[in-house]
């Protein structure tokens, strides 16, 4: 169980690292300040202090920013904190002097803030029930020091914050793997009506060549052409009825013989098949005949061309 609570608190740790820094790239690019300063804790999560519930007072230390100043502090607490550490927390900001003034130290002065645990406790429990629960520290800006806030934080607190950054990681990552499955099923569905479309293209293609090749062989045996039935007016017949074609159907044969074009072929689905037929040919006469015996069943059908209808 100690290693567990170990290697969670690590993850955590380095949870509120990942949080921390991505705030400060944010402060960066939309207001230039990498160092968190109080318009940063002017949230609900921070409470603000009052100045008569924290002692605060400016320390030397050679450090070059708070965090090695709360790191030498922490190693010896007795020598800058005027009370049982165990019983109070600190914060440090800083350094508050500034890096151009000439030093013959090298220390450089901090902002340190103490605060006893009991009052953090009491200020808690003072709070209105939705309040304390969505607070996650308490925060104090020393007078004329809006750059240096002082930020302190009771166990409570510490707990809610995690548990809110574990619940938006976890929220992110499911919303992530969501949004990968959602565009890979758009992906898939895009790559099989791609498909799909060249199938079919692919189906067309093939029923005009049919056509075409029907066509030849019928101009080929016929020793004459009906005057004003020309083959370009021929094969614009034969590309509707390739294109118009029913899915369960197939020719088998075309003849042309000079004042009527002859289809004939095989089909599932008949009444589809002639309702096709006219629909492509509509204003021209067609005689369509089907032999319904059977599946698929044959027919024939007779398309009056336009110049024998004006005769």
Known sequence: MSLIHSLSSRALDALDIAFEAIGALWRL???????????????????????????????????????????????????????????????VAGPIDSPLIRRTQPERTFVLGIVRNETLTRIRAE??????????????????????????????????????????????????IC?????????????????????????????????????????????????GRTLSSIQQDLDKIALHQHPRSELTRVHFDGAALEVSGMSYELDATELSLRRAFEGQSISFVADRAGAPSSYSARLQTRTEARE
């Open 29 to 91: 690019s939309t207001r230039g300040v990498f160092t968190p300063d109080m318009k940063a804790y002017r949230r609900r999560q921070f409470y603000p202090l009052l100045s008569k519930d924290i002692l605060v007072q400016e320390i030397a230390l050679n450090a070059a920013n708070a965090g090695e100043a709360k790191n030498a502090l922490q190693l010896d607490p007795e020598r800058f904190l005027p009370m049982d550490p165990g019983s109070a927390s600190f914060a």
């Open 179 to 227: 949004a990968h499955d959602l565009f890979s099923s758009a992906e898939a569905r895009f790559d099989r009506l791609v498909a799909q479309a060249g199938e079919e293209r692919v189906v067309i293609e093939r029923r005009i060549r049919q056509a075409e090749l029907h066509l030849e062989q019928a101009t080929a045996s016929q020793n004459r052409t009906r005057p």
């Open 127 to 176: 709070l209105p029930t939705l309040r304390r629960g969505a607070t996650e520290g308490f925060v104090f800006a020393p007078a004329g020091r809006s750059d240096a806030p002082l930020v302190f934080e009771d166990r409570p607190g510490k707990r809610r914050r995690r548990v809110r950054r574990l619940a938006l990681t976890l929220a992110l990552v499911v919303f992530g």
